[in-house]
């Protein structure tokens, strides 16, 4: 039995959508199992010199823990993944894996969870702890999660063209929270609700509203400033006019430009060389499954 799972990388909370927002990016990290092969795993791509190769990796431990529910072992298999999603850089590389694991167990044992995103969606949220990252890659496009664990899934506008910037450096989802209050002013919750509300017009009919929706009273300042670089060119970006936002957890920025308001460069905003600029465009859809 072959099976391939495909996985969107996702940008959540989006500014003032904290916890909450979700948008899947057409940057996808693309896992095959193959029953028939001598059991190995490889790695090619994002962290192919650094990730486990001995089962003990989140996909391997997502599938073990699937199929434990279930009572039922998993055969021996051969796996690769094709990554292209960042790790720890804020665009959803531990909720893709949980995805792709439920997935993979969920085909091999022919459970038929990957036949149904609300299924797939409610066990990612479960075992990764992250709903908005975990809706946009089940659903694809804009996601809305709501911390009774519903999820609504809205059509992005066709004019979005995400570009993200991807520092040289990491932060992990644990770790970013430990900056953030536990309480805030009554005032900063009252503006994210009022942002929050616009950033959906935003988002699905009228991407002229971003540079006003994406603002944040909640996260984003404690997050920028552990890292300097970044904040200088998340400064640079809104002074130019450009509707920014940091990428989940951080450290990567999340920006949307147009024909007439492109995004800078590294190069005018005097940032360090060790960046990348992504345009991976908006993803429709969330997570494909390929049984052969």
């Not at 404690?222 to 809104?238: I, T, Y």
């Amino acid at each position: 039995m072959r099976v391939t799972v495909r996985v969107p990388a996702t940008a959540a909370n989006l500014g003032p959508g904290f916890d909450t927002f979700g948008l899947a990016l057409d940057l996808c990290n693309e896992v095959t199992v193959d029953t028939m092969a001598p059991a190995t795993v490889r790695w090619e791509g994002e962290g192919a010199d650094e990730l486990s190769v001995d089962g003990s990796d989140l996909i391997g431990r997502v599938m073990t823990a699937v199929a434990g529910r279930m009572s039922l072992p998993i055969a021996p298999h051969a796996r690769i993944a094709r990554n292209a999603i960042p790790l720890a850089r804020g665009l959803g590389s531990s909720s893709a894996a949980t995805v792709a694991g439920i997935c993979l167990a969920s085909a091999l044992l022919d459970l038929g969870i990957h036949e149904d995103p609300h299924s797939v969606f409610a066990l990612a949220s479960e075992i990764e702890g992250h709903p908005d990252n975990a809706a946009a890659a089940a659903f694809g496009g804009f996601t809305i999660a709501l911390p009774e664990g519903a999820v609504r899934r809205l059509q992005p506008h066709g004019a979005l063209r995400p570009v993200v910037f991807v520092p040289d450096v990491r932060m992990s989802t644990a770790a970013a929270r430990v900056a953030l209050s536990d309480t805030v002013p009554r005032s900063d919750a009252v503006a994210n609700v009022a942002h929050a509300a616009l950033a959906v017009e935003a988002f699905t009919r009228d991407p002229s509203l971003l540079p006003l929706a994406l603002v944040d009273r909640l996260h984003e300042d404690a997050r920028l400033s552990a890292v300097p670089d970044v904040a200088a060119v998340a400064r640079e970006l809104r002074r130019s006019h450009v509707p920014v936002c940091v990428a989940g957890s951080g450290p990567s920025l999340l920006a949307f430009e147009r024909d007439d308001r492109p995004a800078l460069t590294l190069e005018s905003a005097n940032a360090p060389t060790s960046w990348r600029i992504l345009r991976p465009g908006v993803r429709d859809r969330g997570y494909d499954v390929i049984v052969a």
